[in-house]
């Protein structure tokens, strides 16, 4: 008696045809972005405003998983290598076709986790990239990866094959499908295996080669600190940028930042004290704008908002205060120090 029957064959090579432009999209994007973290310093960094550590304070007071995030800071070398290395692993399962649908979980999970924090607050809604690879992968957890180019599908038909059954053919012997199962799985996990093992060898190769420059224990506020007496104590002399009557109290005068040809507030939130910081939005760098009437500075990029009076982040995207600078006041002169 025949253990199999053939079947019409399937419409799942259009499918996969149909689908593989995003898969090598998202696959490689995964993969490329999982590298880049483990070979970069500033990420493992605990002072580097580029650094997990920080952009994860960041993030958690806008976030509504603030609360959780808060929790992962005592553990954040743990959390950034688990997020580096998700996205290596999905991206590895996705573009080779391992795993399809649970690689695509994972990457939308990790998406959605990226959603709820750095791309909160994101206005409007779409400027987030989180967002949409989010919906990218909705296809890819619903009907994988239609079964073309994919290594699983490969090493499934090789099971089938051993077993003399015919490609497409449908089973009718429950204990030899249960063996084509069995051994589909165990093979399929070695490949896994093989690729996450060696995708990650490459990654942590990656981390050592930058961990001379991880500073690990150090925490950005103390950081920030260190910076700012830094700079106080530098300001002995400097340029002239605007002239007391220029920034009525309230108000904000923009000005041009001889060092870096970017252009910079200075304010006068009460009388006779001057701050200033740069108008050059910490997000992506577009140049903030002030609202005298919310008395904010509204960048016109992705809507980030910062005081008007200090340049203190208070709306997303942007997660960093505007850089701040040292000024000082020497008769009816105001001086960038
Ligand atoms: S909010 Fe994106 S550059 Fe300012």
Redesign the pocket.
Known sequence: MSNSRSRVPSQSSNLGLALFPLRAFLGFTFIYAGLQKFFSADYWSATSSNGFLSQTQAASVNSPIGFILNHTLEHHAIFAFAIAAGELLSGLGILFGIWTRWAALGAFGLSTSFFLTVSWGTSPYY?GPDIVFMAALLPLIIAGDGNYLSLGSKIAEGVRRDKGVAPGAVISNAPLENEIKRRTLLKTGAVAGGAGIAGLAVGVIGYKSNSNKVIATATPSASASTTASASASAATSGTKIASVTDVPVGSAFKFMNPATGKPGYVMQPAAGTFVACSAV?T????I?NFDKASDIFH?P????EFDGTSGAVTRG??HRDLEKFTVTVSGTDIFLA
């Open positions: 400027f939005c997000h992506q760098g577009c903030v960048c990029c992705h809507g980030a995207p942007a």
